[in-house]
Structures are given as C-alpha cells and as structure tokens.
C-alpha cells in the first residue's frame, strides 16, 4: 500500500527556474494538501483541494500553483524559483476535512 | 505571539524516562487537538487526538488538554529509542490546522 507518494526527494534549482513537485495518493481521498515546513516553523498551508477540479489557497500560496485534475493527482508548480522557497515540501492526503492527514516523505528543495 | 507555541528543544532524556512535550495557544477557538509524530527525513504521522479537556491514553501515550490554561501535554511513559523523533502539535479550528514549530526528542540508551 503506497499511501501518498512525492517526487522528487531531492531538487536544488536555480533563481528564477521553474518545477513541478509531483504528489499522488492511492487511498480515493478527496482532501489533498501541499504544506512547506520552514526549520523552527510550523507546517504552514500552501494550497488544498477538496476534490478533482477544485483547488483553494491556503496560508502562503504566492509563488505557487496547483491543479487537481484526477483524484489521485495534486502536483506543486513552482514559477521563477527565489531564495525564499528554499524549504521542505510536503503532500497530504485525508478522507474529509475531520479526519487524520496522510502525508507523503516531503521534497527537500533549494533554491541558489 | 504565535497562535502555537512549542519549545523546540531538543530535548534529551535516558531510556525508560517519562516524557513531556508542551504547546500553549492563544486561540480559545480550537476545538481540535492532535500530536505528530516526524522521523528524520520522513512526513508527520498522526499519534493522538482528542477534542475535549482531560486526558487521553493510547497504550504509553497521554495525550492531556487544558482549554482553561490553553496549555496541551503529550506524556510519554518508559520512553524508547524508537521514541526518538520530532513532535508536532496540531491544532484544529474551523478545519483550519495550525501547527507547533515541533519538538526535537532524542532518547539515549
């Protein structure tokens, strides 16, 4: 049972590249997030998705942007990389909005 | 003030010791509590949750919630090395999570 699986594991981008962090989950969840965790910082929300074709902004969406076009797919686009997205990214997954998250092993980026 | 507070250690204990992790809010709104469990390298799994003020036990977890002090506890009873890893404390409000900067546990054997 994969549960939620993200790739890369590893980038270092330039300034001003772009990516596509990839997440795909294999539990039929509706609820799909992407959180950035900061050292000494919280998990903080970047977008979430309550199911295929709807997406919302979370707590620091700049940058960024998602899509959701299948259940099981909730890719990250990052636009022109900046210092400041230098982080650990996670996917998450969850059944409905009360229950448990599931989270992916995280995409440790830099950007240089 | 951040809405969560957690000291963010490390905390170093011998094995077999008692554990207490803390976080403190300022948001009387939360109505949701839960605790995190993060092994390096890896995503947060969930550990404990409870809703209400008392305590929680799952086997030598306690999970303890005092909505009056705006203070939550996570006990850990013959701590293991296996226990080894950062706590993250979890709030929940209108399904909006907010999260404890963790707490770094380092057991010794």
């Known amino acids: 049972n994969a549960g939620v699986t993200q790739t890369p594991k590893f980038r270092i981008l330039k300034i001003g590249q772009s990516m596509t962090l990839q997440c795909t989950q294999d539990m039929n969840h509706n609820y799909m997030y992407w959180y950035r965790q900061d050292p000494g910082m919280g998990l903080k929300l970047i977008y979430y998705s309550v199911g295929a074709g709807i997406t919302d902004k979370g707590e620091v969406p700049n940058g960024y942007n998602v899509s959701r076009s299948t259940t099981e797919d909730f890719p990250l686009r990052l636009e022109l990389a900046a210092p400041s997205q230098t982080s650990v990214y996670f996917c998450a997954s969850s059944y409905s909005l009360e229950e448990k998250l599931f989270f992916g092993s995280g995409t440790q980026l830099s950007v240089l | 003030q951040k809405e969560v507070e957690q000291d963010p250690g490390p905390l170093s204990v011998p094995e077999g010791a008692i554990v207490s992790l803390n976080c403190t809010y300022s948001?009387?709104?939360?109505?949701?509590f839960m605790w995190y469990r993060q092994y390096s390298r890896k995503g947060p799994e969930l550990l404990m949750y409870t809703y209400s003020s008392g305590n929680k036990e799952d086997g030598r977890f306690t999970a303890q919630v005092d909505k009056s002090s705006k203070y939550i506890s996570l006990f850990i009873r013959d701590s293991q090395p296996s226990d080894s890893a950062t706590y993250l404390c979890a709030l929940d409000s209108n399904y909006q999570l907010i999260w404890g900067a963790g707490t770094k546990l380092i057991i010794k054997p």
């Open positions: 948001n009387s709104a939360f109505q949701y």
